[in-house]
């Protein structure tokens, strides 16, 4: 019997150098995989989509569980216009780490990216629902423009109203809301939201040619005409500053 288990005691002994290898062997390569993380993410701070792609596959391969790179992967193919690539990774990141919220928010942008308004409002409603998350007014914007799309326009500004009511300098909420109003053709709102929007936002050029459009709308052309310039002079090379251009001549200014 002593001898079983001095036998035994010298098993595990055995054993104790190769766990021990094992896990420092995990430990690096979750470093590396960091690291790599860290490379991918500075890429995507200056918008080479690709090269960060590259790095995150690499980190990937080091570390298949590290749901901060599964939604890295998610935010890059969004940006490359590959939105059902994205879907996949946001949902893997959520598999890994279902409390990862701010996962919510890409998942549900990947969604209005596809067009796919059933599935984004229940994403965002969902993520709406959580009182712990850090930015409510951004699934509150996103449901008054998923609501926009759906052509809900009264229950869109509900949403933009109550995002404003966490962050009431959300520019893009006032300029959801004055698209709402101008889709409602009550012009009178729809341009005190968009010169509240570009207020807050003065380089806000998407603002200045809905603005220009409502004002329009209501006849006060020389306003109008002010608005677009304001684009063209902003952004004069731009396909903005172009679309600006052919308002002035549709409205004969």
């Known amino acids: 019997m ?38 991918a993410e500075a890429y995507m701070g200056e918008g080479k989509y690709r090269l960060a792609l590259r790095q995150l596959k690499k980190a990937e391969t080091l ?11 998610g935010l890059v193919y969004l940006a490359l216009e590959d939105p059902q690539q994205a879907v996949e990774h946001f949902e893997r990141a959520l598999e890994l780490n279902p409390e990862y919220n701010a996962v919510l928010n890409n998942l549900g942008a990947a969604y209005l990216a596809m067009r796919q308004w059933d599935k984004a409002e229940e994403v965002f409603t969902r993520l709406n629902h959580d009182l712990m998350y850090a930015s409510p007014h951004l699934p509150l ?5 998923v609501h926009y799309q759906k052509g809900n326009y009264a229950k869109a500004i509900e949403y933009y109203k109550r995002a404003l009511e966490f962050a ?56 109008a005409l002010k608005a677009l310039n304001t684009v063209i002079r902003m952004l004069p090379q731009s396909a903005l500053a172009d679309r600006a251009r052919t308002l002035r001549m549709e409205m004969g200014l």
């Open 63 to 73: 570390n298949p569980e590290d749901s901060i790179v599964q939604n890295d992967l």
């Open 2 to 39: 002593r001898a079983k288990r001095f036998m035994a005691a010298l098993t595990v002994l055995s054993l104790l150098p190769a766990l021990c290898a094992c896990a420092q062997n995990k430990a690096a390569l979750r470093k590396e995989a960091e690291a790599t993380r860290d490379l």
């Open 141 to 145: 914007h996103n449901l008054g423009y």
């Open 168 to 223: 009431p300098e959300f520019s893009q909420s006032y300029r959801g809301m004055g698209r709402a109003y101008m889709a409602m053709r009550q012009y009178q709102q729809a341009i005190r939201a968009l010169e509240k929007a570009v207020e807050l936002a003065p380089q806000f050029a998407e603002a200045y040619l809905d603005l220009a459009e409502a004002y329009g709308a209501a006849g006060r052309r020389g306003e």
